[in-house]
Antibody, heavy 117, light 110 residues
Framework: EVRLVESGGGLVQPGGSLRLSCAAS????????TTWVRQAPGKGLECISV????????YYAESVRGRFDISRDDSKNMLYLQMNSLRVDDTAIYYC??????????WGQGALVVVSS | EVVLTQSPGTLSLSPGDRATVSCRAS???????LAWYQQKTGRAPRLLIY???TRATGIPDRVSGSGSGTDFTLTINRLEPEDFAVYYC???????????FGQGTKVEIK
């Protein structure tokens, strides 16, 4: 069974940093495209970062480019999102997800990040 | 960048009705790269359809997807209480790579 479990969310002050982790099971992370998608309160879904199977291709949305960094530890089958210079408008639920079949995504349960002073 | 526009924004229906949600792409896209999701309040999105028309595991056959080019449709026949939720279409652009979502359609009880 494919499973993704996010951790590391919480309350952080503007300008602070946070690292989200995503533990994957039931599949090998370096065999699939993996992505982080966020959802601000009451809003829609925004794909903020994608990593290819070999890690050579990485995408960042303009809203997070230069502040967020996606990475992966193949030995632990883990996906990470390092978030720096956090802003109030980064407040959201952050989901990690696995891509398959050129369109579908399997999702984790999400981690809440609140940026507030 | 492909922009996905869903309509309507809200659909007010009764159990037993048919829900039809439209997703229009700003440019022609491959059906292979089009998916649909259901999201209930407080829950992660759930994959319903991928490749525009292939049901994900465990999705009943009263849920169907169709379309090609720029126009795609999600149809849910015989609405059941658990179907009242928000639905999103999504496109995968392999050249970037990037996933793009429509703004969502809320199917609510009339």
């Amino acid at each position: 069974e494919v499973r993704l479990v996010e951790s590391g969310g919480g309350l952080v002050q503007p300008g602070g940093s946070l690292r989200l982790s995503c533990a994957a099971s039931g599949f090998i992370v370096n065999g699939h495209y993996t992505t982080w998608v966020r959802q601000a309160p009451g809003k829609g879904l925004e794909c903020i970062s994608v990593m290819s199977t070999n890690g050579a291709r990485v995408y960042y949305a303009e809203s997070v480019r230069g502040r967020f960094d996606i990475s992966r530890d193949d030995s632990k089958n883990m996906l990470y999102l390092q978030m720096n210079s956090l802003r109030v408008d980064d407040t959201a639920i952050y989901y990690c997800a696995r891509g398959f079949a050129d369109s579908g995504l399997n999702w984790g349960q999400g981690a809440l990040v609140v940026v507030s002073s | 960048e492909v922009v996905l526009t869903q309509s309507p924004g809200t659909l007010s229906l009764s159990p037993g009705d048919r829900a039809t949600v439209s997703c229009r792409a700003s440019q022609s896209v491959s059906s292979t790269n089009l998916a649909w999701y259901q999201q209930k309040t407080g829950r992660a999105p759930r994959l319903l359809i991928y490749g525009a028309s292939t049901r994900a595991t465990g999705i009943p056959d009263r849920v169907s997807g169709s379309g090609s080019g720029t126009d795609f449709t999600l149809t849910i026949n015989r609405l059941e209480p658990e179907d009242f939720a928000v639905y999103y279409c999504q496109h995968y652009d392999s050249s970037v790579p990037r996933y793009t979502f429509g703004q969502g359609t809320k199917v609510e009880i009339k």
